[in-house]
């Protein structure tokens, strides 16, 4: 399993990005994935998630209506479109694959991550 994140960067307060996750090694297409964030010297704050078909997402309450978690199957890629970026949303910024268990979903994948620093 390989997942390789990219298109992060320094971007001005209410700016724009978008993260692509290159994914090989699995059959991508089959599995619902994530995207994960780490402030530094904070814990992994789940940012959103989407089903294998792209049919449905989810999103923390923290970026709701500003994110747009997307998929590609034919090409293999996740991407993560980020408007109104705010300071808060600076992070590392990671890819992951995760499956459902009997109390919650089980992250067993991760890309290196791409950072985002959010900065006048």
């Known amino acids: 399993v390989q997942l390789v994140e990219s298109g992060g960067g320094l971007v001005q307060p209410g700016g724009s990005l978008r993260l692509s996750c290159a994914a090989s090694?699995?059959?991508?297409?089959?599995?619902?994935m994530d995207w994960v964030r780490q402030v530094p010297g904070k814990g992994l704050e789940w940012v959103s998630g989407i089903y294998s078909d792209g049919g449905s997402t989810s999103y923390a309450d923290s970026v709701k209506g500003r994110f747009t978690i997307s998929r590609d199957n034919a090409k293999n890629t996740l991407y993560l479109q980020m408007n109104s970026l705010k300071p808060e949303d600076t992070a590392l910024y990671y890819c992951?694959?995760?499956?459902?268990?009997?109390?919650?979903?089980?992250?067993?994948?991760w890309g290196q991550g791409s950072q985002v620093i959010v900065s006048s």
């Open positions: 090694g699995f059959t991508f297409s089959i599995y619902y």
């Open positions: 992951a694959r995760s499956v459902a268990t009997g109390t919650g979903r089980y992250f067993g994948s």
